[in-house]
């Protein structure tokens, strides 16, 4: 089971000006091959289909534990791609049934605006889907780590070019982060390969054999030593990790280090209504009036509880509800 | 983000009899178009997408919420496919190289035995894999939602004919209680309908229409009351979700209401290996003496320190280790 | 545009003995490569397609018209696969949630039992979707005819397998029709490209090369003239397929024919409800009893007035109903 | 079965100027999974698969007449795309083998001029084909209703996007069209649903919730009522719908009303040759000379007999032929 | 650019007691995502887009020569299937239109039937086609070797696992050569990645960690020594393959070794006709009596000159023929 | 079995001013339905499927030998695709991390960037990988030649489309060759078709009918008369292709023949690293540093040996090399 923290990773920025080509490109790293949906559900579903995990309690913990994280990847790569495509369609008075999408005929992921909301797509970066074949799960521990040692290789191939290719500040970024955290993924899985086999793969890093302190994005992370640190991403398990996850990192020799509970993360954008393609409606602010109406009828607070960056914080994080009783079952 | 228990939400009952050839239809749970793959995944990009947030809060809470809970029906599902084929191939004296897996030949799933290690996949019951059309992310918030009943109706659907097909103790203890939850999802959307459009949408349950107390298995949940509970899956966040989940029940009348927390959950069983498959490994026991020596040095306890449904519980959910700085990054 | 007669091609045999298995077989004829959707598809793709029609009249009518009655062949196959699959689930006790469909298990298709309700599906006999990539409309008139012939080629060796591996008489009595009705078209499209570049095309048939006439079920319908006969799909158009249809018939020598208007048809049989898959509920009656409220209510008749096999027949064609007025718009 | 018209449901613009990335844009509308290949598809296979057809007669028809309607609609939305490719390579000078479509480099989608003949594809605007995992066809009633509401809605959506995004006439004559009578099926199924099940589904429209009067090309179909009728596609069947088909419009409050024949339709224009394509020949007056020799051949007339909008028209319906024999079967 | 040999690489018994369930799970090795079209088309385009190819000559070679042995392993793997799909349907009396196929309805995959000839396919063990994203090419040579490194894991695993499966003979001897074989590319990439980083990667075997010698079907092979040799599958290139290839063998300790031909192989059986599904016809010996007609007409010998492991030997392997001018071209 | 040789079959120019828009057009002929992995993967799998190959000689040798010559062919449309990509990126002073992929943001197929190193993928011009589907072995000798001619035409409309939309160097001397050999080809299906059943199919040519000595890049190699030669592929096998491949040509009237032994080829270009992609590193230098040493340690020249365009010829074909020892075995 999971529980859901309504903040990202670490802070994007604000929307700027659009970028719904680079947006298309971004996608590789949502949908791709080596995306995080695809980072997120392998390790996910080994977990899973995991057998004997008290014998080999660690390497079961440290696979539990990296798809947690990724499904925060998968949420970040999600806002970098609304943030670059927030503005491509007119907000104010462009709204529909003007023809507000004239200028963007022909232009990226066409999904974005005709099948979406100016959102986030489970595709890639040439509008194919994602699928379950992109997913390994062979239940044989030394394989599913290769495996995953290989599927980080290719995901940092990917963010590297996706880096290089777009420009826009969320897209930078996200990358920067990205490399720097799914570094810390890529050795993982080569130090639980090590561990199981006895193989020096430390030898093998970086690769591709472009140094990570060469991207400056990255370089915030690095100094704050991010490439070092395996956060816990649960209150009370997956402690083993901390039996695979030890040693010299093999780029800067600094000692890894587990962090014992999860990054605090940041609370996200609320990005604007896109009335143009109906996100969340055409007229949104006919769905604020309902949704306060019917939270003071529920004895919730009249504005809105939620965190987000850019509105003013809630006053305190349990606003006032009314009284519900706790469940006695399990 | 996401925080993982390392739990499962409702208990499953331990290995018998394998059923490989029901293991593939429940697979249709997994990974077809209305399985929970596609539940989480819907809730979940949507919730990245949604845009306006603190306008809609209710809803946008809502949907986020579902997501959560969604993934652990995810985690069942596989576990009961899990369940289901252990014991399918011999686990003593039949080790590979043994012609171990001739009585499986043209049974069931090929890829449970000869890509995987007898473990669940992200495909449907025919083998497809599930793919990134399966989301429906419009960010149109009425369209979402519609959306939303609509896959929930056909989720119940596929629950009910795998309750019929299967007999498996396994998917029967997994489609009783997702009949249940699903059920509170489908009410769920439909309230959201209902609050933003006026339709009164109650009219339209059950769908399919057989009343869920003629299934057995689904008793014991509305005897005590899972019908009626949204859960809160997140220790913070999502706090207006109680400004739509209320009202009777479309079914029973009950008054719907909100839990505050989480369910607790049951440790998983951890299943054994599976040799003949290389699940986790030819000789497993080469890596759990591998893990304990791991542990050791790492400064764990000598004892794997997960839970698990049949080991003996460890002793303290907090074991003895090695100190380690807490990040001062957020 | 089209009209639709709410008549199937030719008599198929009522449900017997259910065939899950040989249901499956048959979708290959449904939704495979070489299936009735591909022919349907094609023709009618490429004759939207069609430039310069009044230049190359002769043949746009040939493709347009046999568009036409390949919907009608789709038709027969969807209705030879319900028939088969009629009674496989229990009809009258083992009403859901009873465990109607554990027999079923592992055995043909699991879409038909957990996707659909005993219906069939646009997939081929190995569960997979048609898809797009299956039309070819490259637009060049000697290209796409080459297209079709061996469209219809490939057709005619499927029909021929499932001719020999599913003895059921809803597929045999399917076979052997669309056999003899697949050869008109195959000869049609030879034909053509023989109109066009001369070559002596007639020589290549039969292909594959065994004799129709050796198919048993083929018997009556070219004892009948059925394989001699090209029909005209449509009230005024699609005259010029007389100029591309004429001349000797390649197995038998016999003069071909073009028939001025389309076959009269038979009704279906009404296929019972299946409602261990809630085909068309879990309980039907109730919607019948709806259906006659409704009926009564807009002025029609209190019985059903469709046509049906196994009805009692609709007294006169045209019941009673309440006066409308004909739309003054084209 | 099916009767062939060769006529299209509405008037659309003759040829201007070429927009290959717009027509990449309206495939969406073809081949996408909420387009007329998706509504045409999806209502005839539940409409085929229909149990009990009898008992459940008026919702039988209602599905099985819109279908038929749904084919009209597929052949429009492909009419307007050949329309809007016509003239993107040369047609008179620059015919192959010169250097005609390095212009159309980069341009749109390359399969419209690589592997077609500027016509019209089975795939969406991003190059995706079509595929039968875009159909629902449980069998149970109230779910295929459901999605076919959910279906029409998200049609809806796509239309409006694209009507946004394309500006050249023949794409807003199109949506234009297709918003009004895809409107009337939304309307129909949720009335259906209501007829079933009681609930108020009227308060969901409009769906995405932008007026439909606000779409200027959809205002003259408003204006002469074609958002209250629903035309029935049979000469004899499919009476029923009348029964569903009643009451006030949810948007204008009109009275609804069934309209019992078919929308008489218009002739399409005669698209003209594209050689640089080779659509339909490197030399199509070859063809023309050919075809006109076939039919002098076979006793039809020496000019080509079909309708088209831009030929001078066909001085009768029924032009002379060779008589011949109307076959006896049935 | 290739030359062909019409031999195959190792001998594989005659056809003997048919398994086509067994055909349908030795198809993974065919076309599954670890099978040999996927070694052979992965290191056949890596070497096609190989840059900078003098400065890397040893990994160029290493891989542009092992992709050429995969052809050779997917000839195997097909031949072995259609060994085992040899007299699956009647070859005598039971010619169609008898009911041949009955027998074989509902096993195996119905292509190797229905659309096929008994024959192999391009698809998995699930009847789903290989594709394109199964081929990794990033151009990166640390990391496609890293991929083929993981890609001959997962070969070794899914080899084990048919091997396993089948006891088909044809099969056995099919997984124990390719076991042997797909062993010495396993270790070549992982040599070759050594050469390039330093890391020590023979303790990752074997891997899954079952030794070869265990496998019976392998001793054989061993025996002679296959393990330790790689061929070079070139008349004068690929010479430095010798500059990876070389050192001991991670399992048995002995020194590797560069053969510097191919190996010879043997001619394979001919495969008697399926005349149940029109393989190579309904007639076979109409066609053979055509063939021998052509060959004397073109001044060749009376008899076939092929060479088969079932025919008498061609007298000589130059039958005489008419003489030809040899191209002046290039 | 195959030999390789590291010779392309023609000679394309070297790189010049990319022509990325244009790679993703000549993707089509790679991997596309109609491209040359369709072709070779089609004869491949024809010939191994191929029964009562003695029977057949002359057809199963035809096959079996054009198969080898499409390896060839594929090989020269991944260098042409490389070719074109060569420089895209800068080369020198753009290495990553420098944002030296934004010129190509939304600019041809993002994969040739983002997922692989400016080189050719298994996918068409859309970006969608090819797939088995593509495949056509039905067994049936006269169907298979029927598909393989269909094919062949298709192929030749998809060359000459590509012809007229890229102007690169590269693009025109690739498809001017290709539609020489394809045209053999294409004659030759049609040939063994008529040696089969006597039907005069030279008169479907030119299909498309274009004549090829309208396509100027055709020329050179009409001249040369590479239009009337089939080659043979093998050093001793295939001989009876003689059989079938005679007597004029339906376009020229020129003598048919068969040509005794494989065309020559010439040894393609070593296309320079493209370091900005990584391909085959970011520090390409470095490799070429370990590849000397290597070859030095193993008694290879210092210098590389391979044949290229662009380097110095090695100086004999057979560089001095540590004695091996010839395998005994088969």
Aim: net charge neutral.
């Amino acid at each position: 089971m999971i529980r859901r923290i309504d903040r990202i990773a670490v802070e994007l920025p604000p929307p700027s000006e659009p970028d719904p080509a680079g947006a298309q490109a971004v996608q590789e790293l949502m949908g791709g091959r080596f995306g995080e949906m695809s980072t997120f559900m392998n390790y996910t579903i080994q977990s899973f289909n995991f057998r004997n995990r008290q014998g080999a309690r660690p390497f079961y913990d440290l696979v539990a534990n990296i798809a947690a994280e990724e499904f925060g990847h998968m949420e970040l790569v999600a806002t970098a791609i609304n943030t670059m495509l927030t503005g491509a369609s007119p907000t104010d008075d462009g709204r529909a049934p003007k023809a507000s999408l004239v200028p963007l005929k022909g232009v990226g992921n066409p999904h974005h605006f005709l099948a979406g909301g100016q959102g986030a797509l489970p595709q890639n970066s040439q509008g194919r889907p994602w699928n379950g074949d992109y997913v390994f799960s062979s239940g044989d521990l030394v394989e599913d780590l290769t495996h995953n040692f290989f599927l980080e290789t290719g995901a940092r191939n990917n963010k590297l070019k996706v880096w290089e290719m777009v420009d826009h500040p969320a897209a930078r970024a996200l990358t920067g982060y990205l490399l720097v955290r799914g570094g810390v993924h890529q050795v993982a899985y080569a130090r639980a390969l090590e561990r199981l086999t006895g193989a020096d793969l430390m030898k093998l890093f970086p690769s591709p054999r472009i140094p990570t302190e060469k991207i400056p994005d990255c370089k915030p992370y690095i100094d704050r030593g991010e490439h070092l640190r395996l956060y816990r991403f649960s209150p009370d398990d997956y402690l083993e990790l901390a039996a695979v996850w030890n040693g010299p990192h093999p780029e800067t020799g600094d000692e890894l280090e587990v962090v014992d509970e999860a990054p605090e993360g940041v609370p996200a954008f609320d990005l604007p209504a896109q009335p143009a393609v109906f996100a969340p409606d055409y007229a949104p602010e006919e769905i604020a009036a309902i949704a306060e109406k019917l939270r003071v009828k529920a004895g919730l607070s009249k504005e809105p509880t939620g965190r987000v960056a850019n509105g003013k914080p809630a006053k305190n994080s349990k606003p006032r509800r009314a009284p519900r009783k706790k469940a006695a079952a399990k």
